[in-house]
């Protein structure tokens, strides 16, 4: 069983930053991947970054790339989520998620909320 407890959200003008963190603790020995989500009001939660624990590859979705960098520090168990240049579309709860398993998301943290003014 892994536990995920995110920090970092709150509310930011357009144009700012914020740094999210995921700390994970329980069977962490096996992590294959961590990723952040986020769902919008009326909206799919969607994933919008995911880094391999080991090697530390790196993917994001099309509507964050440039702005956001996902890193993971293995010594700490925590991933990071580097968010700027902020817009009000990317106003969320924000999820951090790990995979055990390829191709699966195993584990979710409580979320946090970003909210971005215009």
């Known amino acids: 069983q892994v536990q995920l407890v995110e920090s970092g959200g709150g509310l930011v003008q357009a144009g700012g930053s914020l740094r999210l963190s995921c700390g994970a603790s329980?069977?962490?020995?096996?992590?294959?991947?961590m990723g952040w989500f986020r769902q919008a009001p009326g909206k799919e939660r969607e994933n919008v970054a995911a880094v391999t624990w080991t090697v530390g590859s790196t993917w994001y979705a099309n509507a964050v790339k440039g702005r956001f960098t996902i890193s993971r520090d293995k010594g700490k168990n925590t991933a990071y989520l580097q968010m700027n240049g902020l817009k009000p579309e990317d106003t969320a709860v924000y999820y951090c998620a790990v995979a055990i398993t390829v191709g699966e998301w195993n584990y979710w943290g409580q979320g946090t909320q970003v909210t971005v003014s215009s």
């Open positions: 329980g069977g962490t020995f096996n992590l294959h991947r």
